[in-house]
């Protein structure tokens, strides 16, 4: 991010660009992507040229390539075969003409996975120095992650908080705004010891479960003997039901994934929960995104800005290099490799 920004002259006539070369019917695969050469666009008035310098892999992209985009509504999101992929991306202003952005300047946009992008002035968002210290953490899940503990669960002081898939990009963030907003303890489930590890001894999580290491709901038990009040989910099936068996009258849970469908075949699949658990004991199931609350995007900016001054949150990233290495990033992100965000530098 630090190098100098380049000056028209000095543009390439070609640059690199990931496809989606078919979609995956099972597993998702380096296979299913092919790495393209193509010209370089040019910018007209209104538009933006930006050179790519860091773009984000998340797990939503797999659902966005499934072999059956009809059964999803958002069809501006989908992936296509033959087409480049998209996700969010920073990089540097080349070229602006016609719009206030100047060369140099850093911008934040969606058309991640190829070195040089074409953005619309509206869809390029300014960074600028009084927002986030380091501009990789632009690309992170953080503002899904403050949703969900601020305005899903309303997590408030004393409350016992379980984050599922808490050492993806999400949980990684989730767990901590948590605590920064009063929570007493915080308890998170992942895929192995190894994160689960990370998760209390780097991140502050109180205890954690391990998917495959027993029962969720025996598991959960333990480490809450008391029960929850707040649920932040990123996976559903058994993890969701394991929460509500454990909830406390009262409870909040705030939806903001659903990795358990999202990364099989059938992004689409149920969960079956009892209604009557719910109005009985008076539980809040609360489905929230970020584009329905863009409102609170500054507040979010803030916060998390002076938490990372501060060093009382981290934000736990990978980084590979080369924007050949995206699929790669993708597919080890699926199979849960790594711990936190998945940032590739192009």
């Given at each position: 991010m630090s190098q100098p920004a380049p000056v028209p002259g000095s543009v390439p006539a070609t640059h690199r660009q990931v496809l989606l070369a078919d979609r995956p019917r099972t597993t998702l695969?380096?296979?299913?992507?092919?790495?393209?050469?193509?010209?370089?666009?040019?910018?007209?008035?209104?538009?933006?040229?930006?050179?790519?310098?860091?773009?984000?892999?998340?797990?939503?992209?797999?659902?966005?390539?499934?072999?059956?985009?009809?059964?999803?509504?958002?069809?501006?999101?989908?992936?296509?075969?033959?087409?480049?992929?998209?996700?969010?991306?920073?990089?540097?202003?080349v070229a602006a003409p016609g719009t206030d952005l100047a060369p140099g300047e850093l911008v934040r946009h969606r058309l991640g996975w190829r070195e040089y992008a074409l953005v619309e002035a509206a869809e390029a968002e300014r960074l600028g120095p009084e927002g986030l210290p380091d501009p990789a953490a632009y690309l992170s899940q953080g503002f899904a992650s403050w949703l969900g503990v601020v305005r899903g669960a309303e997590v408030r002081a004393g409350d016992t908080v379980f984050v599922t898939g808490a050492a993806g990009g999400v949980g990684t963030l989730a767990g901590q705004f948590a605590r920064l907003h009063g929570a007493a303890r915080v308890i998170g489930s992942t895929g192995s010891r190894r994160k689960a590890d990370y998760l209390v001894e780097e991140l502050g999580y109180d205890a954690a479960v391990v998917r495959g290491a027993g029962p969720i709901e025996a598991q959960l038990r333990e480490a809450a003997p008391d029960g929850i009040d707040v649920l932040f989910d990123n996976v559903g099936g058994e993890q969701l039901l394991a929460a509500l068996a454990v909830a406390r009258r009262g409870a909040r849970f705030a939806l903001v994934g659903a990795l358990s469908a999202q990364l099989t075949g059938d992004a689409m699949a149920t969960t079956a929960i009892s209604t009557f658990a719910l109005i009985a004991r008076g539980i809040t199931l609360r489905g929230i995104a970020a584009y329905d609350h863009m409102d609170a995007y500054p507040e979010y900016v803030r916060e998390f800005g002076r938490a990372l001054r501060e060093g009382t949150m981290a934000y736990p990233h990978t980084r590979l290099r080369g924007v050949e290495q995206a699929p790669r990033a993708l597919c080890e992100l699926v199979e849960g490799r790594h711990v936190g965000a998945v940032l590739v530098e192009l």
């Open positions: 695969t380096t296979d299913h992507f092919e790495v393209v050469t193509a010209p370089v666009p040019e910018p007209g008035p209104g538009q933006v040229l930006v050179r790519n310098r860091l773009m984000n892999v998340a797990a939503v992209m797999r659902p966005l390539t499934l072999a059956d985009p009809d059964s999803f509504e958002l069809s501006q999101l989908l992936q296509r075969p033959g087409d480049p992929m998209h996700g969010p991306a920073v990089g540097e202003v």
